[in-house]
C-alpha cells in the first residue's frame, strides 16, 4: 500500500492538500470544525470526491462556522439534503449541526475546542476514538485518527522522508511534543 506521501505530489486536488494542510497543526476551532466535518464524510467515500466538493461545502456551511451551524433549523437540513455541491446524507448533516452544538459546549466550558484537544494530548488512538465517541456523532476509529492526524495530534501523516515532514515538525505539532 502507497502512503499519502508517495501518491499525492502533483495531483491537483491531494498535491496541495498533502503539502500545505495535512498534519499540518490547526488552533483555529472553525478550520478544526472543517476538518473533522471533511473526515466524517469521507466515510465511505474517496478523500477525492470530498476535496472536490469542498468549497461547496465551505459554502453550505457557512465557511463551517460553528455557531452559525449550531443554529441550523429543519430549513437548513433541508437546504443540505438537497445541495448537490456537497454530500447530502442526513445522518452526516445532521451529525455536522449536532457537532457544532457540541463544540459551543465546550467552547464554553474551557474556551475553545483547540483547548479542549489540547488538554486531552497526548492519548492513544484507542483513548482518543473513546473520548470523540463520548462527545461527538459519526464518528469511528478511521475518522477520529485521521482528524488527529490531519491536524497534528497523532503521527503519521507523513513520512520521514517527506519534504513536508521536516516543514511540520519545524511548526512542533502536539504529537511531537
Not at 499540518?24 to 476538518?35: C, G, I, T
Not at 476535496?51 to 443554529?71: C, E, M, N, P, W
Not at 437540513?77 to 463544540?103: E, G, P, V, W
Request: with cysteine; aromatic share 12%.
Amino acid at each position: 500500500m502507497n502512503h499519502y506521501c508517495q501518491t499525492a505530489p502533483g495531483h491537483l486536488f491531494h498535491g496541495p492538500y498533502h503539502d500545505y494542510e495535512y498534519g499540518f497543526p490547526l488552533s483555529d476551532d472553525n478550520a478544526l470544525f472543517e476538518r473533522l466535518m471533511l473526515e466524517i464524510n469521507q466515510a465511505g467515500l474517496s478523500w477525492l470526491t470530498v476535496l472536490k466538493k469542498r468549497d461547496g461545502f465551505r459554502q453550505a456551511y457557512h465557511s463551517f462556522d460553528i455557531a452559525t451551524v449550531a443554529d441550523y433549523d429543519d430549513g437548513d437540513r433541508h437546504r443540505l439534503l438537497t445541495d448537490t455541491s456537497i454530500i447530502r446524507n442526513r445522518l452526516k448533516i445532521n451529525a455536522a449541526i449536532a457537532n457544532a452544538q457540541q463544540i459551543c459546549l465546550i467552547q464554553q466550558e474551557v474556551g475553545s475546542f483547540s483547548t479542549w484537544l489540547n488538554i486531552h494530548h497526548p492519548r492513544s488512538k484507542e483513548a482518543w476514538v473513546k473520548l470523540f465517541k463520548q462527545n461527538f456523532r459519526f464518528v469511528g476509529g478511521e475518522i477520529v485518527g485521521e482528524f488527529l492526524m490531519s491536524t497534528g495530534y497523532l503521527s503519521g501523516s507523513h513520512l520521514e522522508s517527506c519534504p513536508v515532514y521536516n516543514k511540520i515538525a519545524a511548526l512542533n505539532p502536539p504529537w511531537m511534543s
